[in-house]
Nanobody, 121 residues
Framework: QVQLVESGGGLVQAGGSLRLSCAAS????????MGWYRQAPGKQRELVAE???????NYADSVKGRFTISRDNAKNTVYLQMNSLKPEDTAVYYC???????????????WGQGTQVTVSS
């Protein structure tokens, strides 16, 4: 019913940039907030950045000033521009979307399959 497809991960040297994209497809309902999470080996999944339908954003302290989240509501797509990448940014990055479904507009969370970002020193 809801699919999130990510792209844009890869290998980059420290100081470099990458741009992640996540396109959501849904047969019904509406998307509320969208965001990016990451999980490094041996660590818990953590919020990187999130953005509401209206464009309000929230960032993890570790990425403030380096990462920028944006979205195109018409395309149901969220982006994460990552600049000044550090080796500690290495992780699998997951797209997340909160979707309202049904006549009661119940909220559900959906996840993408994840995309690997590796930053070499």
């Amino acid at each position: 019913q809801v699919q999130l497809v990510e792209s844009g991960g890869g290998l980059v040297q420290a100081g470099g940039s990458l741009r992640l994209s996540c396109a959501a497809s849904l047969s019904s309902g509406s998307i509320n907030s969208m965001g990016w999470y990451r999980q490094a080996p041996g660590k818990q999944r953590e919020l990187v950045a999130e953005i509401t339908t209206g464009g309000s954003t929230n960032y993890a302290d570790s990425v403030k000033g380096r990462f920028t989240i944006s979205r195109d509501n018409a395309k149901n797509t969220v982006y994460l521009q990552m600049n000044s990448l550090k080796p500690e940014d290495t992780a699998v990055y997951y797209c997340n979307a909160e979707v309202s479904l049904g006549s009661w507009s119940r909220k559900y969370n959906y996840w993408g399959q994840g995309t690997q970002v590796t930053v070499s020193s």
